[in-house]
């Protein structure tokens, strides 16, 4: 089983012992950063290890290779050698592991490591995967069969992270390190065990003194509780959310806790990627069982499924993906997810009669138009490209405009219901309101499909002229459910809902 180590970059050994003490419960090993302590706390390490009752590796890393040590090879070994001095017949107060890179050979070390038990970790950086045979690296660092390879591939590229998950997975038996270094491989750090890594380092966050040392490393909490990392193996189901979801974190959160309270062995990651061709291969060889698909993919995507809903069809958006033997089954959850959540909203079970304003004609609106079209609405849809608007209208006899003068004039006749499905708002100075000529009377029933924030400046404006408003939380929630369905074959839990309530507030 993988295990967790926790990152000790403290500046002295006071003060990383305080933080292993803090969150030993999350680790099962911990890494002292020699590196970065202050020179003169650096000649103390030898006594580190027996203070800790956790297996501790001593790792001097280099400025060349991502660390902080440059006062030249001579000093490194020698406090290499100072830190393995002493050994004490009981390993326990000894430092478990020695990081030694591939191309430092300094025999005495290793002897007098090996000694005394402590096993050597064999490591190489920035090892750039398009230019080097990983898996003959894997299989030649060591210097002996007892030794563990390490390897840290800089990821640029989706196709790096599947280069190293394929090397991994080549070599089942051997002891290994690997580490995708960056935001494209931070699954990687989760899935520890799927890319054949013994180790997945994590680092304490909330703590003011740790320098984040490697691109796309975890914090330890949220890796042992949010993916219950100690939990997961080779059998672990895997699930995730693809694209750019600025409120990624939410469905993070909501699958992984109904996982964790149902006790279902399944995670639910994020997969951040450059490539969906490149990324649906990857997904192949990790056995991903499901994906959440968000902006803006979700019409990219339609091209790999085998089967869709007709809701798919229909609104020619994908959010879900579910694996089947024949292939990518692909729905989409957000059409019923919005209905659902409106006509709870309104106390209503269908829309004859009332007169609705869609704002916006991506993905999310075709969503919204179809359902509003099954639930007999007529509705004006506004756009900032115009021509967009007026596909998605023509296709339910619905009428169209654009974010213009003329456009906000039509809204006086759609106002019954007031929907904004743009992601206006989500990015640097937008203020988030695509229709700030429009006047509120107060008797419009107002939803904005975002949540990042409770009220977007669109809903306060809405709220603050007496209309009924909701965010796009509740829908959030709905879609959700369908998708646990869809993942799972086994309805939501209802009694979950009143725990995620509590945890949104
Ligand atoms: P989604 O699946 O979330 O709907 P999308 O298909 O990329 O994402 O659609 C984004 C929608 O937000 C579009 O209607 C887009 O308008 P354009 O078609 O003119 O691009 C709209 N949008 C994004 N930013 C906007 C902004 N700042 N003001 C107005 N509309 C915006």
């Given at each position: 089983m993988a295990k967790i180590c926790l990152c000790l970059t403290a500046k002295t050994l006071e003060r990383n012992l305080e933080i292993l003490n803090k969150y030993r419960k999350y680790a099962d090993m911990a890494e002292l950063r020699v590196d970065c302590l202050e020179p003169n706390e650096r000649f103390l390490i030898r006594r580190f290890p027996e203070q800790t009752d956790m297996p501790v590796i001593l790792t001097i890393r280099r400025d060349v290779d991502g660390g902080f040590f440059n006062s030249g090879e001579g000093s490194r070994i020698n406090l290499m050698a100072q830190g393995l001095a002493?050994?004490?017949?009981?390993?326990?107060?000894?430092?478990a592991y020695l990081d030694i890179e591939e191309d430092l050979n300094v025999p005495s070390l290793e002897e007098a490591a090996r000694a005394f038990g402590?096993?050597?970790?064999r490591s190489s950086h920035n090892v750039k995967s398009s230019c080097v045979d990983l898996l003959g690296k894997i299989r030649s660092m060591r210097h002996s069969e007892d030794e563990i390879v390490k390897l840290v591939v800089p990821v640029n590229t989706t196709r790096d992270v599947l280069d190293l998950l394929r090397a991994g997975k080549e070599c089942p038996g051997q002891e290994k390190i690997l580490i995708a270094l960056g935001h494209l491989g931070v699954y990687s750090r989760i899935l520890a065990e799927q890319f054949g890594s013994f180790i997945s380092y994590a680092s304490a966050f909330s703590e003011p003194d740790t320098p984040v040392i490697a691109q796309g490393q975890l914090d330890i909490k949220e890796l042992a509780k949010l993916y219950r990392f100690r939990s997961i193996t080779t059998n672990t189901k895997v699930y995730g959310i693809t694209g750019f979801p600025p409120n990624a974190a939410r469905n993070l959160h909501f699958f992984n806790m109904i996982f964790g309270l149902e006790d279902i062995d399944s995670v639910y990651v994020p997969f951040p990627m450059d490539s969906l061709d490149t990324f649906m291969e990857l997904a192949q060889e990790l056995s991903v069982k499901g994906l959440s698909v968000t902006v803006p993919y979700k019409e990219a995507i339609i091209p790999f499924l085998e089967g869709q809903s007709p809701d798919v069809q229909n609104?020619?958006?994908?959010n879900t993906l579910c694996h089947s033997p024949h292939g990518w089954m692909g729905a989409n959850t957000e059409a019923r997810g919005f209905s659902d959540s409106l006509l709870a909203f309104l106390g209503k079970s269908n829309l004859k009669r009332m007169r609705v304003t869609v704002i916006g004609a991506g993905g999310a609106a075709r969503a919204v138009a179809s359902e509003l079209y099954r639930l007999g609405a007529k509705a004006l849809i506004l756009n900032r490209t115009v021509h967009k608007a007026r596909n998605l209208a023509s296709s339910y006899k619905f009428t169209w405009g654009g974010l213009d003068n003329r456009g906000i004039d039509m809204m006086d006749k759609y106002s019954d219901i007031i929907i904004q499905t743009t992601s206006a708002g989500m990015e640097g100075n937008d203020p988030g309101d695509p229709v700030a000529m429009y006047s509120f009377c107060g008797q419009e029933s107002v939803m904005d499909?975002?949540?990042?924030?409770?009220?977007t400046d669109f809903l306060k404006r809405a709220a603050d002229a007496g209309c009924r408003v909701q965010n796009g939380y509740d829908m959030f929630i709905r879609q959700a459910q369908f998708q646990y369905a869809l993942f799972t074959g086994k309805e939501f839990p209802e009694y979950l809902m009143a725990r995620l309530q509590m945890d949104s507030e």
């Open positions: 002493y050994a004490d017949t009981d390993r326990r107060r000894n430092f402590t096993r050597i970790i609104i020619k958006a994908c499909l975002l949540y990042r924030s409770e009220k």
